[in-house]
């Protein structure tokens, strides 16, 4: 059975860099076509971060690009999220998907989700 | 990039069918098929219910059923019960090989 676990600081300070783990069980990172990340600020809807391609490539939010970086670790079977400077706005639950097998965009495996708080 | 338009809330009473639509442009659901619905109960990460405009996922029941005409997509479901009421969220591949989401509808079960 394919699983996801998000793990983080959970409280994180402004201006600093908040790293999240995903770590996945059931399944072999390097045999998926992609994995991303998501979050949902308190009350509101799903955001899409970025995406993790096989081969390498990354595509983020343009509206969080400068501030991104995911990476993958297979000999860990997990993949991360960095984000930098962060602020209040950048409070949210996390979560990490694994992208659909055979299709494009979508996430059929999710983590539980990592509540990230940005306060001093 | 935008969010895709989605209406804030929909209601249906139990037994009956609801359609929920999910609005964007030409550089996302317009020119692709790379459509996915999500239902999200409180508290819980989002479940796949359809993906690629209209394919259920294994498990998942035929009362959902999705399609898309034109920049909207519409997932239905029919036969209403009680453990629909949730947050449905859509989503779409875009030209920009990014990821877009629906604002989300709050399903409210009468």
């Known amino acids: 059975q394919v699983q996801l676990q998000e793990s983080g600081p959970g409280l994180v300070k402004p201006s600093e860099t908040v790293s999240l783990t995903c770590a996945v069980s059931g399944y072999s990172i390097g045999s998926a076509y992609y994995w991303g990340w998501i979050r949902q600020p308190p009350g509101k809807g799903l955001e899409w971060i970025g995406t993790?391609?096989?081969?390498?490539?990354?595509y983020f939010n343009p509206s969080l690009e400068s501030r991104v970086t995911i990476s993958l670790e297979t000999s860990k079977n997990q993949f991360s999220l960095e984000l930098r400077s962060v602020t209040a706005a950048d409070t949210a639950v996390y979560f990490c998907?694994?992208?659909?097998?055979?299709?494009?965009?979508?996430?059929?495996?999710w983590g539980q989700g990592t509540l990230v708080t940005v306060s001093s | 990039q935008s969010a895709l338009t989605q209406p804030a809330s929909v209601s249906g009473s139990p037994g009956q069918s609801i359609t929920i639509s999910c609005t964007g442009s030409s550089s996302d659901i317009g020119g692709y098929n790379y459509i996915s619905w999500y239902q999200q109960h409180p508290g819980k990460a989002p479940k796949l219910m359809i993906f690629?405009?209209?394919k259920r996922p294994s498990g998942v029941s035929n009362r959902f059923s999705a399609s898309k005409s034109g920049n909207t997509a519409s997932l239905t479901i029919s036969g209403l019960q009680a453990e629909d009421e949730a947050d449905y969220y859509c989503?779409?591949?875009?030209?920009?090989?990014?990821?877009?989401f629906g604002g989300g509808t709050k399903l409210t079960v009468l």
């Open positions: 998907g694994r992208g659909i097998v055979g299709a494009t965009g979508g996430f059929d495996y």
């Open positions: 989503s779409s591949y875009t030209s920009s090989s990014t990821v877009i």
């Open positions: 690629d405009v209209s």
């Open positions: 993790f391609y096989h081969g390498g490539s990354t």
